[in-house]
C-alpha cells in the first residue's frame, strides 16, 4: 500500500500558474505509476497526467498540453504537476493516485491508492 498527500492547491487568477506536489509514503519502492485526476462540481473524475516510474514516460490529456507538466522525485518520492496558464475551467479537486504497474492509464479504475485531494479555484 501507498499513502498519497496531495498540497499546493488554491486560488489563482485566470493566467496564473499553481504546483501541486503528492507526497507518497509506504511501498513506494515498487514499480508505481502515478497519475492526476481532477474532479469539477457536477461533474465526472477525468484524467489530467500521469508519470511512469521505470523510465518516466508521461501522457497528458489534449485539455491540458502544452500547459501543465508532471514531473517526479524518486528522493523525495514526492510527484508534481506544474500548472500554468490556468483557464477558469480547470478549478476543480485534484487528486493523485498511484498504479502498481509500469503502464500508463488514464483509466482511474486501475489506480489503487488515492490521495485525499486539493481544491484548485481559478478566477477569471
Known amino acids: 500500500q501507498v499513502q498519497l498527500v496531495e498540497s499546493g492547491g488554491g486560488l489563482v487568477q485566470a493566467g496564473g500558474s499553481l504546483r501541486l506536489s503528492c507526497a507518497a509514503s509506504?511501498?513506494?519502492?515498487?514499480?508505481?505509476?502515478m497519475g492526476w485526476f481532477r474532479q469539477a462540481p457536477g461533474k465526472e473524475r477525468e484524467f489530467v497526467a500521469a508519470?511512469?516510474?521505470?523510465?518516466?514516460?508521461?501522457q497528458y490529456a489534449d485539455s491540458v498540453k502544452g500547459r501543465f507538466t508532471i514531473s517526479r522525485d524518486h528522493v523525495k518520492n514526492t510527484v508534481y504537476l506544474q500548472m500554468n496558464n490556468l483557464k477558469p475551467e480547470d478549478t476543480a479537486i485534484y487528486s493523485c493516485?498511484?498504479?502498481?504497474?509500469?503502464?500508463?492509464?488514464?483509466?482511474?479504475?486501475?489506480?489503487?491508492?488515492w490521495g485525499q485531494g486539493t481544491q484548485v479555484t481559478v478566477s477569471s
Open positions: 493516485a498511484a498504479r502498481l504497474s509500469t503502464v500508463v492509464s488514464v483509466t482511474p479504475q486501475l489506480y489503487n491508492n
Open positions: 509506504g511501498r513506494t519502492g515498487s514499480s508505481y505509476t
Open positions: 508519470i511512469s516510474r521505470s523510465v518516466g514516460r508521461t
